[in-house]
């Protein structure tokens, strides 16, 4: 079922609609942002205090994503993120498709949220692990419980994640894909979980 014929899309779509100047304040994020660019189920994502909020109540049995209807090539974006409590995991996929509609599954790359996986490229129905982020640096960087800043640039084939300013991964991946929509994750697995992204900065890199 396509979120524009659940009766329940409307209250997401004013809710985007009125989000915040900080968090739609430069570049695209604007346009980015824009609730008609948006897709998902809305018994789990909802707009709550200018962010983003995917939450569970219980497992939702596969990974669901809030999808862009737009595809985007080269950009840079960033964000702050926060897993409540520490528990669940989420990502940002980029470059991707969604292969089920019914339940909006999504493959491709995906920027890694979440226990020694934050900050690392994953293949997510799309071979598994691309780039793992350090170890050391996951330890030291991330702050489980709290918000982290986090950016993605991708231009080309290069891939850039950064969080809390340190550099998790940096390199060319050939399997790549030219575009595609970007989606927030909400991951299976969990009783319960809530992700929240906020003061979100997005820009197309135009060539």
């Given amino acids: 079922m396509r979120l524009t014929r659940l009766p329940y899309a409307a209250p997401l779509f004013a809710a985007l609609a009125l989000m915040p100047a900080a968090a739609v304040r430069s570049d695209d994020t604007s346009d980015f942002l824009n609730p008609a660019n948006w897709e998902g189920r809305t018994d789990l994502w909802k707009v709550e ?12 049995k596969y990974n669901t994503f809030l999808c862009s209807k737009r595809k985007y090539a080269d ?43 934050w900050g690392s490229l994953y293949g997510e129905n799309f071979g598994g692990m691309m780039k793992a982020s350090p170890a050391d640096k996951v330890k030291s960087v991330v702050k489980p419980t709290e ?56 820009r197309e890199l135009k060539k």
């Fill in 49 to 60: 205090n200018g962010s983003i909020v995917g939450e569970t109540k219980e497992d939702p």
């Fill in 75 to 117: 950009f840079e974006m960033s964000f702050k993120i926060q897993l409540r409590d520490g528990a669940g995991n989420s990502g940002v996929q980029i470059r991707s498709e969604v292969f089920d509609k019914e339940k909006f599954r999504v493959k491709g790359p995906q920027a890694d949220v979440g226990q020694q996986f």
């Fill in 147 to 202: 918000f982290n800043d986090y950016s993605i640039r991708a231009v080309g084939k290069k891939v850039t994640i950064k969080i809390n300013g340190e550099t998790m991964v940096d390199g060319e991946f050939p399997k790549m894909p030219d575009d595609g929509i970007i989606a927030f994750q909400i991951h299976a697995g969990y009783p319960k979980m809530r992700v929240e992204f906020k003061d979100i900065k997005f």
